[in-house]
Nanobody, 128 residues
Framework: HVQLVESGGGSVQAGGSLRLSCAASGYTYSTYCIGWFRQAPGKESEGVAAIDGDGSTTYADSVKGRFTISQDNAKNTLYLQMDSLKPEDTAMYYC???????????????????????WGQGTQVTVS
């Protein structure tokens, strides 16, 4: 059973940086796609970034060039480095995962049309 625990959220001024972490257990990186979603009050959930077991990554247009997703396979930990933060990045950020279907299309679909199977409890990011 996959468990995901996020950390690293907080409050930061616009232009600042934060790094989110997601510790995964019951998980083998090579057989999963894992990523970050966010939800602001009154808005729908948005896929932010994802990485698959082959190392392919994808980003939402709204964060390209500012956010970087990575994972430490030895530690089973996923990271989201967020730079040049904007007030519109304020949201609850969730780590999510799903068993991987190999092929470059899957990681792109993961943050757009595919519903992840496993979710963390979320960590709040506030940019003012």
């Amino acid at each position: 059973h996959v468990q995901l625990v996020e950390s690293g959220g907080g409050s930061v001024q616009a232009g600042g940086s934060l790094r989110l972490s997601c510790a995964a257990s019951g998980y083998t990186y090579s057989t999963y796609c894992i990523g970050w979603f966010r939800q602001a009050p009154g808005k729908e959930s948005e896929g932010v970034a994802a990485i698959d077991g082959d190392g392919s990554t994808t980003y939402a247009d709204s964060v390209k060039g500012r956010f970087t997703i990575s994972q430490d396979n030895a530690k089973n930990t996923l990271y989201l480095q967020m730079d040049s933060l904007k007030p519109e990045d304020t949201a609850m950020y969730y780590c999510a995962a799903k068993e991987l279907v190999h092929g470059g299309w899957f990681v792109r679909a993961f943050i757009s049309t595919i519903s992840p199977t496993y979710w963390g409890q979320g960590t709040q990011v506030t940019v003012s």
